[in-house]
């Protein structure tokens, strides 16, 4: 079996892509607590597990965190804005930068936590949408 296919196979499980670094793929999922025997933090739509290769060489299984992102677009640029991390911002020319940018923010703005062993906030926004006449 290809590459290729045992990827195609884990996506249609409900799996996906989360990042790359070097060859080693991080890949996650959101787990129903229900049929998976997950560990919830009382939020549930916020939990994403991720399996990826360790050092020691088995695999280990890393919690993830959604944070909602804000994107406005300017006259020039795109910015976005995690309302669940103060002053995590960054901008983009387009849309895409800015999502790529944004990401690498939160993961500067998660590691600089970490480094001084502070709690990591518990993602808490959602966004939605309302129709409306205008």
Do not use: H, Y
């Given at each position: 079996m290809k590459v290729t296919e045992i990827l195609n196979q884990i996506e249609e499980d409900g799996w996906i892509l989360v990042r790359m670094k070097g060859s080693h793929r991080?890949?996650?999922?959101?787990?129903?607590?229900?049929s998976?025997?997950?560990?919830?933090?009382?939020k549930g739509c916020s939990d994403w597990y991720c399996c990826s290769?360790?050092?020691?060489?088995?695999?280990?299984?890393?919690?993830m965190k959604e944070y909602t992102v804000l994107y406005e677009h300017?006259?020039?640029?795109?910015?976005?804005?995690?309302?669940?991390?103060?002053?995590?911002?960054s901008i983009g020319d387009?849309?895409?930068?800015?999502?790529?940018?944004?990401?690498?923010a939160i993961e500067l703005y998660i590691g600089e936590l970490k480094s001084r062993?502070?709690?990591i906030p518990e993602p808490r926004h959602t966004v939605g949408s309302v129709i409306v006449a205008a």
């Open positions: 991080f890949i996650g999922t959101r787990r129903n607590p229900a998976w025997g997950a560990r919830q933090s009382g290769d360790s050092q020691a060489g088995g695999i280990e299984e890393i919690a300017g006259e020039t640029s795109w910015g976005a804005v995690v309302p669940d991390l103060p002053g995590c911002f387009t849309r895409d930068q800015a999502e790529a940018n944004v990401k690498e062993n502070e709690p």
